[in-house]
């Protein structure tokens, strides 16, 4: 059984959290280390944004600050994240690596399997999104929102048809970088107020088809779960679904400045957040 390494960075600002992900890319395509998977959350609460999308036409900035929310652009496409409520995973592996097939779409299926296993070990039935119609499949390429949950992705995550995780993925330098989130609550009033609409009823018309295609763990549980909970139920999940088995590790000195450097200058810079 092959080892990777599992680190648990608990809650951290928006720029360390996409500045670790892209180092430990780095670091696993230099060799310095296996394959990672990655726990953490956020503070503050923040609004990530996909590679490619748009502030000035998508984001309400003002609406932002006045929840005093981070904002951060992720290094990974798709649309945009709510961090509150959640435990956030990564996963961090080599192209090459045996498991890993070339095509993304399957990639997404062998470690969205991890994610599958933890969901059914908090005894959630969930299911891989496979989009089966034309209209589907148009619907990925097009989105209508620029909410992250508002439509599953192939072999993303459903509870009873509504998304439970989101994920994104990117590929740099042979290494492919997933990550995504694991949703215990969701604040639908303020995911709403972040974004601009052309009027108030496409807003309120948008929230109330929101709630038919998303559901966070906690709606779905009798008794609800801890953070902590969730957190070991993925790390088993992984492991099971992926047929490892996870090593604890933790940043030395020397790696913790070269994270928080690239925080600084990458991540936490308008040029990178608001493509300037």
Not at 2 to 9: L, R
Not at 15 to 25: F, H, I, Q, R, T
Not at 27 to 52: D, K, M, N
Request: charged letters at 30%.
């Amino acid at each position: 059984m092959e080892t990777w390494y599992c680190i648990d960075s608990g809650n951290k600002s928006p720029s360390y959290n996409m500045a670790l992900d892209e180092k430990l890319m780095n670091w696993h395509q230099e060799g310095i280390i296996p394959p990672v998977i990655r726990f953490y959350g956020w503070q503050p609460a923040t609004l990530s944004l996909g590679y490619f999308q748009r502030v000035e036409k998508e984001i309400n900035m003002e609406e932002v600050k006045r929840h005093s929310l981070g904002f951060v652009r992720r290094s990974t496409g798709g649309r945009s994240v709510l961090h509150d409520d959640e435990l956030t995973y990564s996963v961090i592996v080599s192209e090459d690596h045996p498991r890993m097939p070339e095509s993304v779409t399957e990639a997404y299926r062998i470690i969205s399997e991890g994610l599958l296993q933890g969901f059914r070990l908090l005894d959630l039935q969930a299911e891989f999104s496979i989009p089966k119609t034309d209209e589907e499949k148009m619907a990925l390429k097009q989105p209508r929102s620029s909410v992250c949950f508002d439509a599953p992705s192939w072999y993303e995550l459903v509870v009873e048809g509504r998304k439970v995780a989101g994920s994104a993925q990117t590929r740099s330098k042979g290494v492919i970088l997933q990550h995504g989130s694991i949703i215990l609550s969701i604040d639908e009033e303020k995911l709403f107020d972040l974004f601009n609409y052309p009027s108030e009823k496409v807003r309120r018309r948008m929230q109330q088809s929101f709630s038919k295609k998303a559901v966070a763990i906690n709606e779905l549980l009798e008794v609800p779960v801890s953070l902590a909970d969730v957190k070991e139920a993925f790390k088993t999940g992984f492991e099971k679904g992926l047929d490892i088995h996870l090593e604890s590790f933790q940043l030395n000195k020397e790696q913790e400045q070269e994270v928080l450097k690239l925080a600084s200058e990458k991540y936490e810079q308008d040029r990178w957040n608001y493509k300037l």
